[in-house]
């Protein structure tokens, strides 16, 4: 029953690092598309935001008018409206998007950091060699968000180093998931 459970969290584990192939991939690919693409990257994420809070707009506006009476209703005219004002004003401006996006990847890198850090701690805890690689890297990411989150660029500027970021962390994660693929059987005697 114990080799069953074994083999099952083996599984899990295979499974997760398939994943963290996959994210760190895509990573990469938004990266450079960031990178080397940043005025028409900055202009269609402004206008799919902006296209979101139309439709936020609509829905809210939609359910006042059929809400038959529900009190709970009462107000989506007025969230609906606003919904629609800032949605068109987001189209007409959609540069005014970036930033706040860019802080999202910044907290996002921080987060990200933050947990190979933590990676690397366990695999220093279970004598596996990798751990002052994942610390690195951790360290780094976490310092490249803070970065992000409190910076002084223009947009485009902005959404190039986001995107070279981005690049950097999806190399960093390929690298440490290839590293926990080759140090499987090292890794599962650690949690096992």
């Known amino acids: 029953m114990a080799t ?3 083999k099952s969290i083996e599984n899990i584990y295979n499974k997760m690092v398939i994943y963290s192939i996959v994210t760190a991939i895509i990573t990469i690919i938004v990266g450079i598309i960031l990178l080397f693409l940043p005025n028409l990257t900055n202009k269609v994420v402004g206008i799919i935001t902006g296209v979101i809070f139309v439709l936020f707009g609509l829905t809210s506006i939609y359910k006042y008018f059929k809400r038959d009476g529900a009190k709970i209703y009462t107000l989506n005219i007025v969230f609906g409206v606003l919904y629609l004002i800032l949605g068109i004003v987001i189209i007409i401006f959609p540069f005014s998007v970036i930033e ?3 802080v999202c990847l910044g907290l996002f890198l921080i987060i990200n950091g933050a947990t190979k850090i933590n990676y690397g701690l366990w695999l220093k805890r279970g004598g596996c060699g990798a751990w002052l690689i994942t610390i690195v890297a951790g360290a780094f990411l976490a310092v490249l968000g ?4 409190f910076n002084p660029f223009t947009s485009y500027a902005l959404t190039q180093i986001v995107g070279a970021f981005l690049i950097i962390s999806g190399v ?3 690298s440490d998931a290839i ?8 890794i599962m005697e650690i949690f096992w």
């Open 4 to 6: 069953q459970f074994k």
């Open 100 to 102: 706040f996006v860019t």
């Open 146 to 149: 803070i970065m992000m989150v």
């Open 172 to 174: 960093i994660n390929l």
């Open 179 to 186: 590293t926990f693929k080759v140090a499987s059987k090292e």
